[in-house]
């Protein structure tokens, strides 16, 4: 149901006290008043703290820095005035008791009148105390006819036409940005360009980056990788081919739904963190970290707004990668956990996103314990696919030798016993056999000569692996993965 539909519905039922989630005052001021126009004949009262009412001669100026005045207003007006009440940043003053019992006291009063009271905030701040006489409108972002309609408006005031193609691009590339942040886009595109066009698309990413960097719970990550650099995980890699182009506007048109995401589950070190980066840089999208430790805040109910957050801003960069690594560390022992439910509350809240969601936002969860995650994860309908990444088998050995020595070595690289290697370096992990060759490149450096093979070797016999210091938590990793429960990431046996 649209924000008009439902927002229309709650007059006619004459609900007495709506909260409204945005920070679009004046978008929001606008619908609400183009909704009354054609839907209802009520008057409409703002109010914020410092001005007070506005917009209305009689009242101008009243209850300014007065918040228990503002709501004496609304009963002072008389019944046969149909009105609606817009009180901005009203949250919050909801926890001062006076506020609090005056607005109990209007709702009764309010049952049986044509009167609407609106509280307008950013974040969702609702004290107990009141919580059921208020009902929650969420005001969403622009939608495409929205933004649609704003270039329109951009295109005719410069006076040109643009191409239907770059209309759409460009209406894509808006989306999640609210109406002011388009307008101030738009804006500076012209500033840069002397026009709106296909090439101004960077602009809008820059601006999308800039919404990002003011909140420290996302973090965007320039990568390099690619897919190639990795070896082994072939199975995992025709996976990821074949949805290459599932986030594409050509994969809407052909009627696919956006992919949701992977859960990629294995022993430290063997790729998993690499893969999510080397998704992105091969699918050319923007990466975002999530970094979950952050999403814990230690106010009531901080948690589950940052996560709404979370959600609001990687769609509002979307198409892109959310990354969460280690999820597993986030949502361990959640039943021992003293938190009064609010780890089980921001779960709650992250699986119903992502079981619902239709946004082209692409999730790679990395975790290394299966069993530290809560059953509801693992649920079908919540991932595409669960691949479990073991320690690399022989070959797979060969080709992380080889990605990495051709890194290093690009001249070189053939030269090394690659074969021996990958035999001495029994149980290594991809992330192992990095280190081993490094250690290798310290030591004859020292030395002041060319790293061998001898060089590496001896570095691998000096190592001692995840394998052997953790064998038994691995073993029971490894059972599990074998068991048929999950879709292995290698098929090379």
């Not at 009180?87 to 919050?92: A, G, T």
């Amino acid at each position: 149901m649209t924000f008009i539909k439902e927002f229309k519905l709650l007059l006619k039922a004459r609900y007495s006290l709506l909260y409204i989630t945005t920070t679009e005052e004046e978008r929001l001021e606008y619908t609400i008043k183009s909704c009354v126009q054609l839907y209802s004949n009520r008057a409409i009262y703002s109010w914020d703290f410092v001005d007070g009412y506005v917009g209305n001669p009689n009242d101008n100026g009243f209850a300014s820095r007065n918040p228990l005045q503002a709501l004496e207003l609304v009963e002072k007006l008389t019944s046969d005035n149909p009105a609606i009440f817009i009180l901005k940043d009203f949250h919050l003053f909801l926890n001062d008791i006076s506020v609090a019992r005056k607005l109990k006291n209007l709702v009764k009063i309010l049952r049986k009148q044509a009167k609407t009271i609106i509280i307008v905030s950013s974040e969702i701040s609702i004290p107990e105390s009141i919580r059921e006489i208020v009902t929650v409108v969420p005001f969403e972002l622009p939608q495409s006819l929205e933004i649609r309609k704003e270039l329109l408006r951009v295109q005719d005031s410069l006076g040109y036409p643009l191409p239907q193609s770059s209309v759409d691009n460009l209406v894509r590339s808006c989306q999640g940005l609210s109406l002011e942040r388009i307008r101030r886009v738009l804006s500076k595109i012209i500033a840069t360009y002397k026009e709106i066009n296909v090439e101004s698309l960077e602009l809008i990413f820059t601006e999308k980056k800039q919404i990002i960097s003011q909140t420290q719970i996302l973090e965007f990550c320039n990568t390099d990788v690619k897919l190639s650099d990795i070896g082994g995980l072939d199975n995992l890699k025709l996976w990821l081919k074949r949805r290459s182009e599932g986030l594409s506007q050509k994969a809407a048109t052909y009627g696919l739904p956006c992919p949701k995401g992977l859960l990629l589950v294995g022993v430290q070190g063997t790729g998993k963190s690499l893969t999510a980066k080397a998704i992105a840089n091969d699918w050319n999208l923007p990466l975002l970290r999530l970094d979950v430790g952050k999403l814990f805040g230690g106010i009531i109910g901080e948690s589950e707004s940052r996560m709404r957050q979370m959600i609001e801003l990687s769609e509002a960069i979307a198409p892109c990668v959310l990354w969460i690594d280690e999820m597993d560390k986030a949502f361990a022992g959640m039943e021992s956990k003293g938190d009064s439910g609010t780890t089980s509350r921001v779960l709650a809240t992250f699986i119903t996103w992502l079981s619902e969601k239709t946004s082209s936002v692409f999730v790679v969860a990395t975790a290394n314990n299966i069993y530290s995650l809560p059953p509801e994860i693992l649920r079908k309908g919540r991932f595409d696919e669960i691949f479990f990444i073991g320690l690399p088998n022989e070959e797979e050995k060969k080709l992380i030798f080889k990605v990495h020595l051709n890194k290093l070595r690009p001249q070189s690289w053939s030269t090394y016993d690659i074969d021996l290697l990958s035999q001495k370096a029994a149980n290594f992990s991809g992330a192992e056999i990095e280190e081993a060759i490094i250690e290798a490149m310290h030591l004859a450096f020292s030395e002041n000569r060319e790293f061998v093979t001898e060089d590496i070797v001896n570095s691998i016999n000096d190592f001692v692996p995840l394998a052997y210091t953790n064998k038994e938590k691995l073993e029971v990793l490894q059972e599990w993965a074998t068991a048929g429960k999950v879709r292995l990431a290698s098929s090379i046996k």
